[in-house]
C-alpha cells in the first residue's frame, strides 16, 4: 500500500458532478437542458431590446409628451406647471410606462455581455465593465424617471381639482418653481449623465475588436460602431449652457442624434443576439484561460 491509495479522489469538474445527482441519463441530456435554458434566457435578453423602444415610445410619445419635448428650456415656470396639471394623469402614466422600458435595459444589456463573455478569458474585464457601466445608467434613468414623477404629483397637489387648492399667489409660484427645477433636473439626468452609457457601449466595442477568433460573437465593423454611438452621447453635457438651439435639450446634437444612435444600437445588437442564439452560440465558452 502506497501514498497513493490515501489521496482524495479528484473533485469533479463540469456539468459532470450534477448528472448523477439530477438523475440525468448521461451527460449529453445534461448539457442539452443546460444549453435549452441558457438559450430560452438568451432569446427573452434579446427580444427585450427591442421591447423597451416600444414601451419608450408609448410613454414619452404617445402618452407624456417627453420626447420630442412639449415644454422648452426656456419656457417659464408657470407654463411648466400648467403644462404638469393639464397632462397630468398621461404624464403619470406615461412614466410609468418609461420606467418599464428603462428597466428592460438591464435584460437587454446581459444578453449582449453573455454573448461577448463568450470570448474572454477567466478575468472578463470588458465584460464586467459592459455589467457595472449598464446598471448604472439604468438606475440614474429610472431615477429620472421618479423625479419627473415626483414634478406630476406636486403638480396635482395644487392643481383646481384637488381638495386643497392653493389660491396664495406667493405659494403657487413656489409650487411652479419646484415643477420646474424637477423637470430640468430629469432632463439634466437623461441627457447629461452620459459617461456610464458611453464606458458601457466602449466596453462592448473594445470586447468585439479585440475578439480574435475565427467565429467572433459581432461582426468586426459592430465594434467600432458601438465606440462611436458612445461618444455621440458626449454633447449631451451642452444642455448645461444652452436654453435653446441644436445644444438644447431640444436640439439635434444635445438630444436627436444620442437618441437615434442608441436606439439604432439597441436594435442592431438585439438582433445580432437573437440571430446567436437561432445558431446556438449561447452556451460554451470558446476560450478557458486568458
Same mark, same amino acid.
Request: aromatic share 16%.
Given at each position: 500500500?502506497?501514498?497513493?491509495d $490515501? =489521496?482524495?479522489?479528484?473533485?469533479?469538474?463540469?456539468?459532470e458532478?450534477? +448528472?448523477?445527482?439530477?438523475?440525468?441519463r448521461?451527460?449529453?441530456?445534461a448539457?442539452?437542458?443546460?444549453?435549452?435554458?441558457?438559450?430560452? *434566457?438568451?432569446?427573452?435578453?434579446?427580444?427585450?431590446?427591442?421591447?423597451?423602444?416600444?414601451?419608450? *415610445?408609448?410613454?414619452?410619445?404617445?402618452? #407624456?409628451?417627453?420626447?420630442?419635448? =412639449?415644454?422648452?428650456?426656456?419656457?417659464?415656470?408657470?407654463?411648466?406647471l400648467?403644462?404638469?396639471?393639464?397632462?397630468?394623469?398621461?404624464?403619470?402614466?406615461?412614466?410609468?410606462f418609461?420606467?418599464? #422600458?428603462?428597466s428592460?435595459?438591464?435584460? $437587454?444589456?446581459v444578453?449582449?455581455?453573455?454573448?461577448?463573455?463568450?470570448?474572454?478569458? +477567466?478575468?472578463?474585464?470588458?465584460?464586467?465593465?459592459?455589467?457595472?457601466?449598464?446598471?448604472?445608467g439604468?438606475?440614474?434613468?429610472?431615477?429620472? *424617471?421618479?423625479?419627473? #414623477?415626483?414634478a406630476?404629483?406636486?403638480?396635482?397637489?395644487?392643481?383646481?381639482? !384637488?381638495p386643497?387648492?392653493?389660491?396664495?399667489?406667493?405659494?403657487r409660484?413656489?409650487?411652479?418653481?419646484?415643477?420646474?427645477?424637477?423637470?430640468?433636473l430629469?432632463?439634466?439626468?437623461?441627457?447629461?449623465?452620459?459617461?456610464?452609457?458611453?464606458?458601457?457601449?466602449? +466596453?462592448?466595442?473594445?470586447?468585439?475588436?479585440?475578439?480574435?477568433?475565427?467565429t467572433?460573437?459581432?461582426?468586426r465593423?459592430?465594434?467600432?460602431?458601438?465606440i $462611436?454611438v458612445?461618444?455621440?452621447?458626449?454633447?449631451?453635457?451642452?444642455?448645461?449652457?444652452?436654453?435653446?438651439?441644436?445644444l438644447?435639450? !431640444?436640439?439635434?446634437?444635445?438630444?436627436?442624434?444620442? $437618441?437615434?444612435?442608441?436606439?439604432?444600437?439597441?436594435?442592431?445588437?438585439?438582433?445580432?443576439?437573437?440571430?446567436n442564439?437561432?445558431?446556438?452560440?449561447?452556451?460554451?465558452?470558446?476560450?478557458?484561460?486568458?
Amino acid at each position: 500500500m502506497t501514498i497513493k491509495d $490515501f =489521496e482524495p479522489a479528484p473533485a469533479p469538474s463540469g456539468i459532470e458532478h450534477l +448528472a448523477p445527482a439530477q438523475g440525468y441519463r448521461d451527460l449529453n441530456v445534461a448539457e442539452r437542458e443546460a444549453q435549452s435554458m441558457n438559450r430560452t *434566457g438568451q432569446w427573452i435578453c434579446a427580444v427585450l431590446g427591442p421591447t423597451m423602444i416600444i414601451f419608450f *415610445g408609448i410613454g414619452a410619445i404617445w402618452l #407624456a409628451g417627453y420626447w420630442p419635448p =412639449e415644454k422648452l428650456p426656456g419656457a417659464s415656470s408657470l407654463e411648466m406647471l400648467e403644462w404638469y396639471q393639464t397632462h397630468n394623469t398621461k404624464l403619470k402614466i406615461g412614466i410609468v410606462f418609461m420606467t418599464i #422600458a428603462y428597466s428592460f435595459m438591464c435584460c $437587454f444589456g446581459v444578453g449582449m455581455a453573455v454573448q461577448t463573455r463568450r470570448k474572454e478569458g +477567466a478575468f472578463p474585464v470588458w465584460t464586467y465593465l459592459q455589467l457595472t457601466c449598464m446598471a448604472a445608467g439604468t438606475a440614474m434613468i429610472i431615477l429620472m *424617471g421618479a423625479i419627473w #414623477a415626483a414634478a406630476a404629483f406636486r403638480a396635482d397637489g395644487c392643481s383646481d381639482k !384637488n381638495p386643497c387648492v392653493i389660491t396664495d399667489s406667493v405659494e403657487r409660484m413656489a409650487y411652479a418653481h419646484d415643477v420646474q427645477m424637477m423637470h430640468d433636473l430629469g432632463w439634466m439626468i437623461l441627457l447629461g449623465t452620459w459617461m456610464p452609457f458611453t464606458f458601457w457601449c466602449i +466596453a462592448l466595442g473594445m470586447s468585439i475588436l479585440l475578439d480574435k477568433t475565427e467565429t467572433p460573437a459581432f461582426p468586426r465593423w459592430s465594434g467600432y460602431m458601438s465606440i $462611436f454611438v458612445g461618444l455621440s452621447f458626449i454633447p449631451g453635457n451642452c444642455i448645461y449652457f444652452f436654453f435653446e438651439g441644436a445644444l438644447g435639450w !431640444n436640439g439635434l446634437i444635445a438630444m436627436y442624434i444620442p $437618441f437615434a444612435t442608441f436606439g439604432f444600437w439597441v436594435l442592431y445588437f438585439s438582433w445580432q443576439s437573437f440571430q446567436n442564439t437561432q445558431r446556438g452560440l449561447v452556451h460554451q465558452q470558446d476560450v478557458l484561460t486568458g
